[in-house]
């Protein structure tokens, strides 16, 4: 046990590692980054737009830069952020607990929700039911993020909430399929066959068949909702770390957008592992 | 269910004949600019009213629809094919195969994929008819978005190799490629399936949201994407009912198409 | 007591009858956005529109320009004398000022000031600016209360120079967080807001002697969104938005909220074509962009008033050239806008050896007149612009093909690479002064964005530029440079190298309950006079 449980924070540090290589150099290797928008400013002489170039050129050789910033990310430096002019570690610190609270409740929400209607409509059989799921999960998945956070800017609705809206049509979709299928297997149908309730049968015969690929998209969904909510945080102003990505990747912040992407990282490779550790205990103990 | 299939075949024959046919039923074109009828409301002569540019509406939906809905199912059937064979290919061997796969899956997820996409932008020439910079757009999205559903066909075929089906079809003597084609795909029928199908409008979405870096559509070219983004401004600034016609298009044209493929979803 | 009541009454109806001045109530904290955060707070390094913004609320200067009469007034300096051909400016201090903190101001806090805006190594633009007029600048404090500032070489515009001038304490412990302005940076909390409180130790009192600011203190929110912004202002949450986008203008208006167009701004958008000779571009597209009937076509097709009316929701003017009309000193009055005459633009392009060929343009080499236009993504009125210009120049049978890219990109191309054939920008003119565009219109400069750093002029009319940017720069005489800078305009108009769209109006939104507000059309357009605005309840 304790042997998995290293080897997975093994993978993790090892993931972290090489994606914020790799997202470092994408960084780097984009155009624009030893540009910045001070260099259009005509009050600026030669000499200083050579030195806002300079400093710009001073992270150019990538692989020097990552493995100096590797050395001060031991010691708990994650340098300094250029847009921004702070500390990156103080910047995550501020930023980050907001961006878990909304991250925590988006999954969570879009879970019961996509579930639930996965649930419903497979349980009573009823059309209507189905017509209803098919009908609001296509609706938010084909709604743009930006449109549904001024939607519930508008309304004055917690902008935390819009992720899940855009999360759950993938879990229902998946879930809602994998019902069908589950409840077509063999012992299902036995087991419905002698009488067992409706709900007996779910929590009893069905679940635990489809808790493996349930897991798997457990990790995934927090991906996603992630994803759904950095957009979600620049629009609505809420102080996460979806504001630091944006201005990061407007102004080619490398040391911040590496800081980024190690926590982004972090979170979703750790959603992954988890899911994949409670699956194979899941298997053995079904084996 | 039958009559919900006929009815969602005939809207999606008319969506197809619409899209097809923009020339004829929207003769003044996506580009024509009717700079005397701003924004204006529907009436006989541009039945969907225009746009901020004079635009007819109609006929920007048309041909915005037609390109959307040819580029992003090609692109989500790329998507899910790669997510059928590298997950697939990961839960059948299982151990290290499984392993390093997952490993890979996982870092393709957390990379900022934002600044190969510039990247890509730079090295395109400036003069991109937007057709082919819509097309690029679209094939690029299918080849970086299939990660997240590759990690749950990998767990789905972890789970398939463990039933007992697929112990008998092995003792038979199938095993390899014949062994997934045959046993397994069939059986992944449905999660395949319902990522193609929320693959399709992520796409049209993102494809849209690219538009910042210049790829996508670029002027005077439409997309359903583009169309569905200008909701943004419309929401809070105003908010008129025909304005959220093409985000009423896409929503029915999706579910049409997941009516009509649901009995293919999943078989006893 | 009989008599006495109605003399009272008599007082009190007279009273009333004067006319009322806005009882300025003390208190209140005034809300606002910026954009982003601020990258620095360092008063002599800001460079962007948020530090710009804390700059003017904190800074206390030399002298500041008033935002409506457009003229200096006195400011921290009670008056200034330009000596010795304008290589000496002879300031007088008030006496007996603070700083935030309580450390005493005198004449060497200037001086201390001054030798950090001329430190090379510290690239301050503030500093450059100086350093484009004048490479040498000494100070000698005559007094605590008098100092001279020597220049080597005449400098002209001082009153915009040092308005921008935030004086900093030589010995306060607080370094430049020690202010003279009217308000201090109280608290930052990153990403969410500032919040500045009143300066007690200001320096400027009302008429009625009464301590300025009147408000307790500023709040700027951080928002990136302007359909947000003009949320939060419908619902009061926040009083003023500084520049309101024609969008969102026309709705808050139609809505009945308070909005106001302060009138034609400084800053122009325009578009330019590459003329680098290392642009990796095809020899016959850099033959089109180098001829003056070529670039004076593609004016004339361009229908500006329509730009005007739809982009900008006629809330721009159609541009002129070089200068504003706006900048009433420097604006060229006899220039008159050019002709929108799609059938002048054929006749010119003729001339220039291009013909019409079923309905596409085709060169005397048999090429069709195809080109990009590159510029920033996500701005609306720019990105429609650009499809407007897309159809009024198909009409002349030019392809144009509209590329946004982010502005990292953008800035990538036109400075480094070169590989762009034209591009659509906006410049913003924070300065009245022609001295500020030196670094745009002498040839060898980094920012003459056609063709920049040329080792000689390439053209003659680029070399009559530089001589007449030269003469500009070492006249300290306004009117002689007057006339050198309509000359610059003149040919600007002819040649276009920038092709110039409209001059964009500065939209403003103020909400009932501040008082005393006069929106101008230079930044910062609603609080320029922070000190003297106050609440209602």
């Known amino acids: 046990m304790w042997k998995k449980v290293f080897l997975a924070l093994f993978r993790i540090a090892a993931i972290m590692l090489l994606a914020g290589f790799l997202g470092g150099t994408l960084i780097r290797v984009a155009p624009g980054f030893a540009f910045d928008e001070r260099q259009l400013n005509s009050s600026l002489s030669a000499q200083s737009i050579q030195a806002i170039r300079q400093a710009r050129l001073a992270d150019a050789d ?24 702070q500390p990156v570690r103080d910047l995550l610190r501020d930023r980050l607990p907001a961006t878990l609270r909304n991250l925590a409740w988006a999954v969570g929400l879009a879970w019961v929700l996509g579930l639930a209607l996965a649930a419903a409509s497979q349980l009573t059989g009823s059309r209507v039911m189905t017509f209803i799921g098919e009908g609001l999960s296509g609706t938010f998945i084909s709604t743009p993020a930006a449109v549904l956070a001024l939607v519930f800017l508008l ?19 998946y879930c809602h399929n994998l019902l069908r299928q589950s409840y077509a297997l063999p012992h299902v149908l036995t087991a419905r066959a002698r009488g067992a309730s409706g709900l007996r049968v779910l929590i009893w015969h069905v679940l635990p068949t489809m808790l493996p690929q349930v897991l798997a998209l457990f990790g995934v969904s927090v991906s996603l909702a992630l994803t759904a909510l950095l957009p979600i945080e620049v629009i609505c102003d809420v102080a996460g770390i979806g504001q630091l990505a944006w201005q990061a990747a407007e102004g080619r912040d490398l040391t911040l957008l590496v800081g980024l992407t190690l926590v982004v990282t972090l979170l979703s490779v750790s959603a992954n592992t988890f899911s994949d550790l409670a699956r194979e205990t899941l298997l053995r103990g079904k084996a | ?105 996982d870092l393709f997820l957390a990379i900022p994929w934002l600044f190969l996409l510039i990247t890509v932008r730079a090295v395109l020439p400036l003069n991109l008819s937007p057709e082919s910079s819509v097309a690029i757009t679209f094939l690029l999205l299918g080849f970086l978005g299939w990660a997240a559903s590759a990690r749950v066909v990998c767990a789905g075929t972890r789970d398939l190799m463990q039933s007992e089906f697929a112990w008998l079809a092995r003792a038979a003597g199938f095993s390899g490629f014949k062994f997934l084609r045959v046993h397994l795909l069939p059986n992944l029928r449905g999660t395949l399936l319902a990522q193609f199908w929320i693959s399709v409008p992520v796409f049209i979405i993102a494809e849209a949201n690219l538009g910042a870096m210049g790829l996508g559509v670029s002027e005077p070219l439409p997309s ?23 985000l009423i298009v896409l929503v029915v044209v999706i579910s049409c198409f997941q009516t009509l493929m649901n009995k293919f979803e999943v078989r006893a | 007591m009989k008599r006495i009541l109605p003399v009272w009454a008599a007082c009190l109806v007279a009273a009333s009858l004067l006319p009322q001045t806005h009882p300025a109530q003390s208190g209140g904290e005034l809300r606002l956005c910026i954009f982003s955060e601020p990258v620095t707070f360092h008063p002599l390094l800001a460079d962007e529109i948020s530090s710009e913004t804390v700059r003017y609320l904190t800074a206390g200067v030399l002298l500041r320009v008033d935002r409506v009469t457009q003229k200096p007034e006195p400011g921290l300096a009670s008056s200034w004398k330009v000596l010795d ?17 309580g450390t005493p101001f ?14 090379p190594a510290l690239h301050s633009p503030t500093g450059d600016a100086f350093r484009s007029s004048s490479a040498q600048v000494l100070t000698r404090v005559v007094s605590p209360t008098e100092i001279d500032l020597m220049f080597s070489a005449p400098v002209a515009g001082l009153a915009d120079l040092f308005d921008t001038v935030a004086i900093l304490s030589a010995q306060s412990p607080q370094k430049e967080m020690a202010v003279l302005g009217p308000f201090y940076v109280a608290e930052h909390k990153a990403g969410a807001y500032i919040l500045l409180k009143r300066n007690p130790y200001y320096w400027k009192k009302d008429q009625a002697g009464r301590q300025l600011p009147y408000l307790d203190s500023v709040r700027l929110d951080i928002q ?46 325009q578009i330019w074509f590459n003329q680098s000779p290392t642009a990796p571009i095809p020899d016959y597209k850099r033959a089109w962009f180098a001829s003056a009937n070529f670039r ?62 079923n309905g596409v343009l085709r060169d005397n080499g048999g090429h069709e007149v195809e080109f990009s236009i590159i510029g920033k993504a996500g701005d609306e009125a720019r990105q429609q612009t650009a499809a407007l210009i897309q159809q009024d120049l198909k009409k002349i049978g030019m392809k144009v093909n509209i590329v946004p890219l982010d502005m990292h990109a953008v800035i990538e191309r036109i400075t480094g690479t070169f590989n762009y054939e034209a591009c659509i920008l906006g410049l913003t003119n924070a300065t009245l002064d022609p001295n500020t565009q030196m670094n745009i219109w002498l040839s060898s400069a980094e920012m003459h964005q056609w063709n920049p750093q040329q080792k000689s002029p390439a053209t003659s009319w680029e070399a009559e530029i530089d001589h007449l940017m030269r003469a500009l720069a070492s006249s300290a005489d306004d009117h002689k440079r007057k006339q050198y800078w309509d000359r610059v305009q003149e040919i600007a108009w002819e040649q276009e190298p920038f092709i110039y769209l409209v001059n964009k109006h500065a939209l403003v939104a103020i909400a009932p309950t501040v008082k005393n507000a006069q929106p101008s059309a230079l930044f910062p357009q609603t609080f320029w006079n922070v000190e003297q605005l106050s609440l209602t309840h």
């Open chain 2, 1 to 105: 269910m039958k009559l919900a299939r006929i009815i969602a075949g005939t809207i999606l024959l008319l969506a197809a004949a619409g899209a097809l046919g923009a020339r004829y039923l929207a003769p003044a074109g996506y580009e024509q600019q009717f700079r005397e009828s701003l924004d204006a409301p529907p009436s006989a002569q541009h039945l969907l009213g225009t746009d901020d540019l004079g635009r007819d509406r109609l006929a920007r939906l048309l041909f915005g629809t037609r390109i959307s809905l040819l580029l992003a199912p090609l692109a989500a059937a790329i998507a899910t094919a790669l997510a059928a064979f590298i997950g697939g290919i990961a839960g059948y061997f299982g151990g290290w195969v499984e392993r390093c796969t997952l490993l890979i899956v």
């Open chain 2, 224 to 246: 359903l994407g583009s169309l569905v983004g200008e909701l943004q401004n419309a929401v809070v600034l105003h908010p008129h009912p025909w304005q959220f016609v093409p």
């Open chain 3, 224 to 269: 990136a969104n302007d359909e947000i912004q003009a949320l939060r202002y419908s619902r009061g949450e926040i009083h003023m938005i500084n520049k309101v986008a024609p969008g969102v203008y026309d709705k808050l208006a139609g809505d009945g909220v308070a909005v106001q167009d302060a009138g034609v701004t400084t800053d122009t958008e």
């Open chain 3, 85 to 101: 051909g304008g290589k000496r400016i002879h300031f007088s201090l008030r006496s007996g000022l603070r700083f935030s903190d």
């Open chain 1, 155 to 173: 309304l004055r609705f917690p902008p935390q909430f819009a992720p899940a809206l855009l999360v759950f049509p993938k879990i229902y979709r």
């Open chain 3, 296 to 357: 004076r076509a593609v004016s004339e097709a361009i229908n500006r008033a329509d730009v005007a009316r739809i982009a900008f929701h006629q809330h721009a003017s159609p541009a002129i050239g070089v200068v504003s009309p706006a900048n009433r000193f420097w604006f060229n009055s006899k220039l008159k806008p050019h002709p929108y005459d799609p059938a002048s633009a054929l006749h010119r392009l003729q001339e220039a050896g291009f013909r019409m060929d």
């Open chain 3, 106 to 119: 005198s004449a060497s806090d200037v001086a201390y000031t001054v030798q950090q805006l001329m430190d």
């Open chain 1, 62 to 85: 990538i692989l020097h830069y990552y493995v100096r910033y590797l050395g001060a990310f031991t010691h708990g430096d994650m340098g300094m952020s250029q847009t921004l002019n």
